[in-house]
């Protein structure tokens, strides 16, 4: 499975997860999956609570420079968590996600998530609407979180850095129900752009 068409100059090949059902459509432009039962990408800031890694995720090797994954997400939201994420990943425990999330008060929420070492866990805004645009951009070694309600106007979500990994970075797609019995997520208008994100806070 390859990356949709429009990735200028470059092939790049996106790998499922073990396990894992991603759909392709035709186009290239719009993927689907069905997360795993209690599946989940996080690492307790507690330590009481043993880390997991068992959601299904597409990924592929990121090219080198910046880049910029853009996706409409879609979730068919039932548990609470239930999750649509563009993720960065190194290992384990080096990772980032940008998530398309049920909260516990029942709401679809845009959230981010930062792993050095140990996670992190940050609410953005509230989304009152089926789909939400999410977009990762790589600007030299620093990594920016937008979200968007019509793929026009972003706002920043998180600006920052993952240190300590000697992996090389892989992007793509992520699917989690950590409480539930899984959920069907759609990723339609999918974009990678080696184009540089020249402002983080105009809203382009």
């Not at 398309?100 to 679809?108: D, I, K, N």
């Not at 920016?144 to 892989?170: C, K, M, N, Q």
């Amino acid at each position: 499975m390859t990356t949709p068409p429009d990735v200028p100059g470059k092939a790049l090949q996106l790998v499922p997860s073990p396990g894992s059902d991603w759909k392709l459509e035709p186009g290239g432009g719009s993927l689907s999956t069905t997360a795993h039962p209690k599946s989940d990408i996080f690492v307790d800031p507690s330590g009481t609570v043993a880390p997991t890694a068992n959601a299904a995720t597409l990924l592929t090797v990121a090219p080198d420079g910046d880049f910029q994954l853009i996706a409409r997400v879609g979730v068919d939201f039932t548990a609470t968590f239930d999750a649509g994420v563009l993720l960065l990943w190194f290992d384990e425990k080096h990772w980032a996600k940008l998530c398309f999330e049920y909260s516990p008060a029942r709401e679809p929420m845009v959230v981010s998530v930062v792993c050095r070492g140990v996670a992190d866990d940050s609410n953005a805004f509230v989304v009152e609407q089926e789909t939400v645009w999410l977009r990762v951009s790589r600007i030299d070694d620093t990594f920016a979180y937008h979200a968007s309600l019509d793929g026009e106007t972003w706002r920043l979500i998180r600006y920052f850095t993952v240190p300590g990994s000697d992996e090389p970075l892989r992007v793509g797609f992520e699917a989690q129900s950590p409480t539930g019995d899984g959920c069907a997520v759609t990723f339609e208008d999918v974009k990678f752009t080696d184009v540089r994100l020249e402002d983080l806070r105009n809203g382009s």
